[in-house]
């Protein structure tokens, strides 16, 4: 394996710094924005019917994010290059930690979010073409392919340059950004014109703190991606200043429009109108203007998915780039596309299995046994900035994090508590995320053994 301490430059040999400060920024927001705020808000009315308290959950979830931003921000500073947390993780405590975590990331979270998110796009195309509801090939749904072929189009786009593959992120992300603005707009110059909707009667709940710690998880799960630009590191220009600088403005951007959007929703429909809807956003456009609203809101959420991915695919490929060439993954990953100058195989892996997953339909179940030890590696990633504080006190750090040592450490507690949440709550999918962990280890071993062989030839 590679010496942890190379420099920059060498470990992103061949790739170009295309990416400016608000590029980056749309990465962050981009990477984030799929299909969730059209989705969660519903479900949370159920479990804390109160508007106040439901902003506040946005609120929230937005405050731990930018914590974790600028804690990661000190991170991204200091090692300006690919691969992001894989990055911190192997330069505060090594190599194998940090295999697992990108084991993790690319076997199920990054690649079955794409998964999820590509059958999200295709779901919502059949508002516009019935058919693939219906259609079938092979034995496969017309819904699955669409998500798998939208998928190798992406990766194809990217595969021809970081430019072309961030020029759809910048251009989508603006997009959705402009369409979720309209609901608020909405709001203030629209009559409602829908008659009201039958409201559903809550269940019973246990306890004020214990519903709203309930309803977070479906929060932090919207606001889930959002160090993804940490992963193109090797990509942006002037990482030092414009990485702290992307994270902290795109989640400050991000959770506006969260917020904003979510007040738009208590406009259009009271509380009892909420409980229990799943396509949130086309109920309050549809009160708001009618009909036209639930097929304006189809259409930002095909944009919105489509942008998601080409964002998710740009940065999960740079951080298996990142781990072929530390030799802790296919050799073939590290390679560099001669005219396009970017990591053409590790596109090509990652969509690839990601493809099949949206096939398979398997990558809901694969997500959610991984969700515990996803969480563990946020606390580890914490916790790095610390080690990394006492380990290399005298290393160059163009920014400190802000608010230090309080704002990582309530990044860290947080997320210790969703750790603990999600072991007391579902206990075998927790320890099947660790198993899932463990089978990494051969796959570290055998790589590992073939770079010292490199090494030492």
Known sequence: MRDVSMPPAAADEGLQRVIGLRSAVLFVVGSVIGSGIFLTTGAMAVVIPSASLLIAAWVSGGLLALAGG??????????????????????????????????AALFVVISGGIA?????????LAYFIPELTTASTLGLSGTKLVAAGVIIILGAIN?????????VNVVTTAAKIGALAALPVMAIVASRVHPQ??????????????????????????????????????????????????????ILLLTTIYVVVNIAYLYALSIGEMQGVTRIAERAATALVGPGGATFIALTVVVSTFGNNAAAILAGSRLLFAMASDGVFIPAAS?????????????VALTTWAALLALSG???QLFTYVMFASILFNVAAGLALFRLRRTMHDRPRPYRTWG????????????IAFVVNTLLARPLESLAGLGLLALGMPAYWYWGRGAKDARDA
Not at 159 to 167: D, M, Q, W
Request: charge should be positive.
């Open 404 to 415: 230090y040592p309080v704002v990582p450490l309530l990044f860290i507690t947080a997320s």
């Open 70 to 103: 600028l804690t990661y921000a000190e991170m991204g500073a200091m090692f300006p290059r690919s691969g992001g947390v894989y990055v911190f993780l192997k330069e505060a405590y090594g190599p194998l930690l940090a295999f697992l975590y990108g084991w």
């Open 362 to 364: 398997t990558y809901e």
């Open 159 to 167: 595969v021809t340059g970081v430019r072309s593959g961030n020029f």
């Open 116 to 124: 999820a998110v590509a059958v999200g796009f295709a779901t919502y």
């Open 197 to 250: 909707f039958v409201p559903i009667v809550p269940p019973t709940l246990a306890s004020p703190a214990v519903s709203f710690g309930v309803a977070m998880i479906a929060v932090l799960w919207t606001y889930e991606a959002w160090y993804f630009v940490t992963y193109a590191a090797g990509e942006v220009k002037n990482p030092q200043r414009n990485m702290p600088l992307a994270l902290l403005f795109g």
């Open 335 to 347: 390679r560099v596309h001669p005219r396009f100058r970017t990591p053409h195989l590790a596109i």
